[in-house]
């Protein structure tokens, strides 16, 4: 990759780890048992990804990315200003989500419905393609480091809101989503 466009990814990077741990890794740490022969304070890792939709000339026979929901705890999305993600709302439609400019979309992850035992719920979402323009989109993803625990939040757990998720390490869970994909949740409730 050329040495510029490594620095903006790096930069850009940089830049969602320190939004998205601010607001997410000291919620998410309060609950995470790290590995034993780890003990550093942020427990998390991440990955941004850049994905691109070449223009399709016939829309209704191809899919951009399939409808799933994302394993990370958090992820953020900048759509580049072209539409393209659309959510399951209510369990009966498809909702466009529109660019905002200048706004990153915010996607709860499957992780983060584990440690809120069930508060935040992880959304389904797919990406569609567009018969006019190539669309870029990129996506960071902030997760557990791949042997740490990920487990609910004590606190949040109290008679009337029994725990609903077994413990899972963040690499158990990734092989989960590649053996039973959008099944994987229910596969470790209680
Ligand atoms: O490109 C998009 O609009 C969504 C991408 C996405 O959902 C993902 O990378 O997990
Ligand atoms: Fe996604």
Redesign the pocket.
């Known amino acids: 990759m050329p040495p510029r466009v490594d620095g903006v990814l790096f930069r850009a990077t940089i830049g969602c780890r320190g939004l998205t741990v601010e607001k997410v890794g000291q919620f998410y740490s309060s609950t995470v048992v790290p590995a034993s022969d780890k003990n550093e304070s942020d427990q998390t890792q991440c990955v941004l ?1 850049l ?1 691109s ?1 070449s223009v399709c000339p016939d829309t209704d026979r191809a899919m ?2 399939a409808p ?1 929901t ?1 394993t990370s705890l958090v ?1 953020l ?1 900048n ?1 580049c200003n072209i539409n ?2 659309q959510v399951y709302q209510d369990g009966a439609r498809w909702v466009v989500v529109e660019p905002v400019e200048g706004a990153l979309v915010v ?1 709860v992850g499957d992780l983060m419905q584990i440690v809120s035992n069930g508060r935040f719920k992880s959304v389904l ?3 569609v393609v567009n018969n006019t323009c190539h ?1 870029v ?1 990129t ?1 960071f ?1 902030l997760g557990p480091w791949s042997d740490a625990e990920v487990s609910l939040l004590r606190k949040l757990v109290d008679s009337a809101h029994p725990p609903l998720y077994q413990p899972v390490t963040g690499e158990g869970y990734v092989q989960l989503k590649y053996t039973v994909f959008n099944k994987a949740l229910e596969s470790i409730c209680v």
């Open positions: 990804q994905n939709y951009g990315l799933h994302d992820t999305l759509q393209g993600i996607i979402h797919r990406s669309r989109s996506t993803f």
